[in-house]
């Protein structure tokens, strides 16, 4: 058989290679088919440019090479973002399932590494979001009973070492004041300034409990409070204030039923059956004396009216 | 002597990477090179992937044509080995056969069939076959090339051609008996 390079001179050879030349002519003036095939082509360009597997060579290598750093980039971008969103994601899990199992996350944190530092620091709470809602909800708390948390006006919320000697206020309970560490002298001379100055209302004296407006309390409550009690402020600072309340009577009943002197006078005291032995002659004669005296007593009790020894004054 | 310089009009462009430029070049050769595609693959699909992998090829790899010789050649040279590359991965598989001699090769050919035709007749042979009378007959690589280039032995190749040229001989015959039954009965 001849060899290619010395001439094909097979016939059979030549018809087929002339139709494949005249088959290439005739998809080449298709351009119908061409553009079609364009339109494929250019979308497998444009994914080219951002998947970096054309190497890059001398000057060709522009589109691609910049193509590639963008697809880069992008791709560090939604890792880090799918990162971080998995991580708050777990975050926040966490955090709902210890509350379902009933675990308090304040006390988780006074056990983590973190609360750890913070109490060797002076920190009582951590200076984070999760703690100051956590004291938005305790400052709320705080205002709706204010006469039983005078010592947790919102101060504690605010204590820690970065924030000490500051000003504080909690708009909730109207209630300012410096914020050092509970019980030391100068959070007691500056907070005594502060409460006689700009809190007196709390601790004033006088009928009634004057509640600051801002105090979270409904009407009715603030109206309970006010009028029959009479707070007394036994100590000069705010949280050193202990407040006793006197129960006035109201009615004109209760105001009569209260000056009536009570009854007070014990009951006489009955003669105890004699102890001597009953063999002795001299017992039954004690034990009849006795009997007779009882009965005496007994009738005597009998008619009087069924009137009470104590009245049961209302408290 | 110094080494010719690449002279295609599209050549600035390709090289920097203009999408204008590259899409005049496929407009200029996709047709004639979904041809060589088909022609090696035998499905038109098949020949549409290996025609996009390899017009990508020659964008990527356009500095690396020299001007040595006509751009559509260096073109036709990545497409074919786009093909074969895609051949192998479908297990190219030649079956070695017995060379014929060339006077039992029959030279008679069915004139009246269409190129289109006899490209349907070229798709229907064995990949083996297909791949080696396809180097051979049409794009003109001697044995020694295509034993090379395929990995196979050149008696392989051209027994590979031998069977393919005796099939279709056979097809064409049967093609001239066919028309002549078909012109009897019209007569």
Known sequence: MEDNASGNANPLDERFAKAAQQQEDNLASDDQMVEGLWFRMEAKLQHQDVAPIVSATSSQSGSATSGAKWYQLTAWLAAACLFFALGFGFMNQGGSQEQLAGISPESEAVESGTEKANEKQGNVYPQNSVFDLQNQQKLHNDASYPHENVNNLGIDALSSTSQKGKLVASSRTGITAYNYPIGSPKEKSKNDRLTDAKAPSLANSGPGIRIPDTVGLSPTVKQVLATPMVAHKTGPAADEMDITIEVRPSSKRDRKLAKQEPDLTPEPEVASPPKTSPTSPSWFTKMNEWRKGRSASESAESDTTAKPRFRLLRQ | ?187
């Not at chain 2, 093909?83 to 060379?99: D, G, I, N, P, Y």
């Not at chain 2, 007749?121 to 180097?135: C, S």
Request: net charge negative.
């Open chain 2, 1 to 187: 002597m110094t080494a010719p310089q690449p002279t295609h009009p599209l050549l600035k462009g390709l090289l920097a990477g203009d999408r204008a430029a590259q899409q005049a070049l496929f407009q200029q050769y996709a047709g004639k090179m979904l041809a060589v595609c088909r022609r090696y693959m035998g499905d038109k699909a098949a020949a549409e992937d290996v025609l996009m992998d390899g017009m990508l090829q020659v964008f990527s790899k356009i500095s690396q044509y020299d001007g040595s010789g006509p751009l559509e050649a260096w073109i036709r040279r990545l497409m074919v080995n786009q093909a074969l590359m895609a051949l192998r991965k479908q297990q190219l598989f030649f079956v070695e056969t017995e060379s014929l001699p060339d006077d039992q090769v029959p030279s008679s050919t069915a004139s009246h069939l269409q190129a289109d035709e006899l490209m349907g007749l070229i798709a229907k042979l064995p990949d083996g076959y297909r791949t080696v009378f396809n180097l051979y007959a049409i794009e003109g690589y001697s044995h020694a090339e295509i034993a090379s280039q395929l990995g196979i032995s050149e008696g392989t190749s051209k027994s590979q051609l031998s069977r393919a040229r005796n099939m279709l001989q056979a097809w064409l015959a049967e093609e001239e008996r066919a028309l002549a039954r078909q012109q009897a009965t019209n007569y």
